[in-house]
């Protein structure tokens, strides 16, 4: 379950919001007007996450201009204003959204207890699916430009997601979120499903993590779907 009060600090609205927005657009006759007028398949705030996205990871943050994900959004620059100040703004919006429901999620294992090898495979197992479903390309995080202090906020709750699992073995946390974080750049495949991602990914890190790898499918069949 994705933690709601979170996702809204980083300016995904609530349905309430959503209503009153199109009620206010409404209001206001056609709105801002899309260079491209060919239909989309996404409102016009997740048209530009996505295409921000894609064009960060293909060719990084810095050397992204906004009048270039406008274009590939279909919207004039100025439009792209209407829903953003500005590229870091979006780059901020990419980074929370894609963290946030992984720490709802690990705070709320952490506080059921139960053996620690258990959770830990449960938490990387989300968090790895959470990252495969995610509708944005993540190449971003691996830009110097997502290490600046405007996304401290990121990486402090990066930090805690790691902390919340293994704060007794912080080495050991570090490379397993690693591993994890790493799938973003996979090449995605067909038979590739979150799923599978998730569950071969927790499999690998508590396999080598355990004293006993034999006691591998215990930790599996305990952890659950």
């Known amino acids: 379950s994705v933690n709601t009060d979170r996702t ?52 990084g943050v810095a050397a992204t201009t906004t009048r270039e994900i406008a274009a590939a959004a279909g919207l004039r620059q100025p439009s792209l204003f209407h829903w953003f100040p500005g590229k870091e703004a979006i780059l901020e919006d990419l980074l929370g959204a894609s963290i946030a429901p992984s720490l709802a999620l690990a705070e709320q294992i952490v506080a059921e207890r139960g053996r620690p090898s258990v959770r830990l495979f449960r938490v990387v197992r989300a968090d790895a699916c959470q990252l495969a479903a995610f509708p944005f390309a993540l190449g971003a995080w691996l830009s110097p430009e997502a290490r600046a202090p405007r996304y401290r906020r990121f990486w402090a709750q990066r930090e805690r997601l790691a902390q919340l699992v293994a ?49 591998l499918e215990d930790v599996v069949r305990q952890a659950g779907p």
């Open 8 to 59: 809204i600090e980083y300016g995904v609205p609530d349905a309430d919001e959503q209503r009153r927005g199109r009620t206010q657009r409404s209001s206001r006759g056609v709105g801002r007007p899309r260079a491209d007028t060919r239909p989309r398949a996404r409102p016009p705030r997740e048209e530009i996450l996505f295409q921000a996205a894609r064009l960060f990871a293909a060719r």
């Open 167 to 215: 704060a007794d073995a912080e080495l050991a946390a570090r490379a397993v979120f690693g591993m994890v974080e790493s799938s973003v750049a996979w090449p995605r495949r067909a038979h590739w499903t979150p799923d599978t991602i998730g569950d071969a990914v927790a499999r690998l890190a508590l396999r080598a993590l355990l004293r006993d790898p034999g006691r």
